[in-house]
């Protein structure tokens, strides 16, 4: 019970810290979004000939993109944040633990992105004439798509501790975050097809939770069977995951003794 009410609280704290955020940089997120909306209109342009179901697992993995972005960039940049407003000594000392905190930036920055995503995706499903093929989804087709991007989030997050641990040694870690960001936009599959991709870079494309997400949406969306495909999803997102938790705790029990924690 414990757990759930700090769990909460750090939701909550991150909630009001992104409300602020949209208040003072709104300018700087209209920015962000137009971006997007150009990678977006460069992938419809490239294959103008897809079917409705294609375009619309194109899309889907563009917007699990999307919220993946937003969260490695919070994840990676959570210590510098915190040090550049002086709050880093007080998130360190609070009764909610580290990586509750981390949970709740992950999450918080998932459901503030619905803000974008929502008439986001709205307008790419009318522009690409995917949106008919929502209609023709089953039951368990939604559920086999939700799980997915449980997974692919999942995944994600596991990257996101990677990089906070690496930050508490390296401090700046934000260009690393942004090489993992347009390495998973490029070499997923939804924006450039895999058989296009040289074997190596295929092959590197196989520790991306984007990429599984991917090629599990094309399945689903085309009929397949796809439960090998979960399986293999699960265990790179349980494999992110616990290397994450092994870097950070690692990292964290380092710089204490270091006495380099809150020096940035």
Known sequence: M??????????????VKKRGEYRHYLADYVVGI????????????AYPALSPRENLARILGFLLWYFAAHVLAKMSNMMIEEATLGTLSQLLTARVPVFFQLAGQAVGEVIMSLVWIIPFAAIATLLTGSASALGELSGGQWVKLGLTLILGLGGVMGMGLVLFGISVRFKQVGSLSEVLIFFMLFFSGFFIPVAALPPALLAMGHGSPLGWAFSLVERVLAGEPAGMGFAAQAAVAFGWTVSGAWIARAMLRRAKRQGALTTY
Do not use: G, N, S, T
């Open 2 to 15: 414990r757990d759930i009410v700090q769990a909460v609280w750090a939701l909550q704290a991150v909630l």
């Open 34 to 45: 137009a971006i997007k909306v150009i990678f977006l209109a460069a992938m419809v342009v």
